[in-house]
């Protein structure tokens, strides 16, 4: 099993950023993909940005140039970087790590922290 925490979300008014945090935890895993999710109420759950490990990124079109997504291998974590925040940011964040263990691939969720942009 892996564990996954993450940190950094609350509030914060309009063109203010953010920096979220998702620490992996556990026994023999590698992590081959982290990536950022978010639910906004009502909505369904979509992919905000992704990274591998080869450091290709990957961002939905309504974030890009404001979203920075980046990995620390030694840490096992995922962090991501939101910058000119708008109010249609507002939602739960998840994290998602796609790992290698025993020679399979798994996926692991957070349990998510809310970001809410109001002024």
């Known amino acids: 099993q892996v564990q996954l925490v993450e940190s950094g979300g609350g509030l914060v008014q309009p063109g203010g950023s953010l920096r979220l945090s998702c620490a992996a935890s556990?026994?023999?895993?590698?992590?081959?993909?982290r990536g950022w999710y978010r639910q906004a109420p009502g909505k369904e759950r979509e992919l905000v940005a992704t990274i591998t490990n080869g450091g290709n990124t990957n961002y939905v079109d309504s974030v890009r140039g404001r979203f920075t997504i980046s990995g620390d291998n030694a840490e096992n974590a995922v962090y991501l970087q939101m910058n000119s925040l708008k109010p249609e940011d507002t939602a739960v964040y998840y994290c998602?790590?796609?790992?290698?263990?025993?020679?399979?691939?798994?996926?692991?969720w957070g349990r998510g922290t809310p970001v809410t942009v109001s002024s």
């Open positions: 556990g026994s023999s895993f590698s992590i081959k993909t």
């Open positions: 998602k790590l796609i790992v290698e263990q025993r020679g399979r691939s798994f996926q692991y």
